[in-house]
């Protein structure tokens, strides 16, 4: 069974400071990884995806996110953030074998408050 | 990628009622899902919506409670029935999304049962 974790619920950043969204998976075979972002009364946009290769990788609005394979993690980050990236950040796992090879599992959503 | 049109938005709805919510998409895909997200938590998928034949349920989710129509490439529709306030949530529809591929959503339908 393929899972995914974001451990904070919330995370408040100040505008123009660096930000950081975890995730961590779990995954029977090898993952491929997204983040997703959901405006309220919105539906989700995709801002990036792991899939091989190198280990950073860039996204929609200076997204990025790193995948570490041993601490089965991939972070998002951001080097400075904008009031307007305030919105709830999800991570999604997909396992490259078998069933998993199309269904998608979501974290429960971090919250990211940007204060000006 | 692929733009997804789901209508309505956001209805209110009378318990024991039903409700059918639209996904069109602008472009043939393969793979079309339901999701229902309820408030403050995240995305459990209800099925996948299979052209030609009879959706697919995830463990928890039935026919007859979540009707799931599929008579093309590019449409989907999910009914609500018989609805409870505990139906009250928002549901997704997305496309795409196999393999490393990303998945594509809708706007969502936020559903209120009163």
């Known amino acids: 069974a393929q899972s995914v974790a974001q451990p904070e619920d919330q995370v408040n950043v100040a505008e123009g400071n660096p930000l950081t969204v975890k995730c961590t998976y779990s995954?029977?075979?090898?993952?491929?990884l997204f983040w997703y972002v959901q405006y309220p009364n919105r539906g989700l946009q995709f801002l990036l995806k792991?899939?091989?290769?190198?280990?950073l990788v860039k996204g929609s609005y200076g997204f990025e996110a790193e995948f570490n394979k041993s601490q089965t993690s991939f972070h998002l980050k951001k080097p400075s953030a904008l009031v307007s990236d305030s919105a709830l950040y999800f991570c999604a796992v997909r396992d490259d074998t078998g069933a998993g090879s199309y269904q998608l599992t979501f974290g429960k959503g971090t919250k990211l408050s940007v204060i000006p | 990628s692929a733009v997804i049109s789901q209508k309505p938005s956001r209805d209110i709805c009378q318990r024991g009622t039903s409700l059918t919510i639209q996904c069109q998409v602008d472009s043939q895909v393969t793979m079309m899902f339901w999701y229902r997200q309820q408030p403050g938590q995240s995305l459990t998928l209800i099925a996948t919506a299979n052209q030609g034949s009879e959706a697919t349920y995830e463990s928890g989710f039935v026919i007859d409670k979540f009707p799931i129509s599929r008579p093309n490439l590019t449409f989907s529709t999910l009914t609500v029935s018989n609805m409870s306030p505990e139906d009250s949530s928002i549901y997704l529809c997305?496309?795409?999304?196999?393999?490393?591929?990303?998945?594509?959503f809708g706007q969502g339908t936020r559903l209120t049962v009163v």
């Open positions: 997305s496309a795409g999304g196999v393999g490393n591929t990303e998945a594509f």
């Open positions: 792991y899939i091989t290769g190198d280990n």
């Open positions: 995954v029977s075979g090898n993952p491929y």
